[in-house]
């Protein structure tokens, strides 16, 4: 799940106070990963084929937040709760096959999830080093995760699957750590909803990692 349309850095249009925007930013993330969870349910009986045109519908979502952050704020927040509905029934499929087959995996994974998030979000949020450099190689990491994942579909690598997740929480330690970053300097509080997009693409891919990671061999 590539964060490329999620990044970018709007200009400062509105002086409201970091407080402030990491407050509505955070409520956005809330928002939509409550969208995500009735997006979920409601696709619990959808085929990947289906999975996949959702998905497709998630990324055209991001990329209309990005065109419509400038022009109007009810539209950004609108595209933001539509993707987290589609994304919701883009995973659908999976989160359903792991619901049958391993539960216990569904649950591990979330509570594996809150913790590298909080921990990593907090480092992000009160380091005062520049983290644009390791976002930018994080960035070209995710780009080569892409290829190696394509290449484990062909090719048996023994332990393939883990060190595909491994790697994967690597790189998305670097985002969440950057875009809480942000959320610490940006004092522009139109971009909300984008940040929230940022952070939430963040805490599903970490979600979806360690799914993989604890489902491993069931």
Known sequence: MSQSFAYGRPGVAARDGTPALFAQTMGYVAVTAALFALGAYLGRGLSYGLGIVWFIAAIACLIGMRFAVRRSRQLTIALLAAFGVAIGL?????????????????????GATALFIGGFGAAGYATRRDLSAIARICFWALLALIVFGIVLIFVQIPNGSLIYSVLGL???????????QRLRRSQDISSAPLLAASIFLDVLNVFLFFLRIFSRGR
């Open 90 to 110: 883009a995973v659908a499929p999976t989160l359903a096959y792991y619901a049958n087959v391993n539960p216990h995996a569904l649950w591990q994974a979330g």
């Open 170 to 180: 690597v790189i998305f330690a670097g985002f969440t750590m950057f875009d809480f």
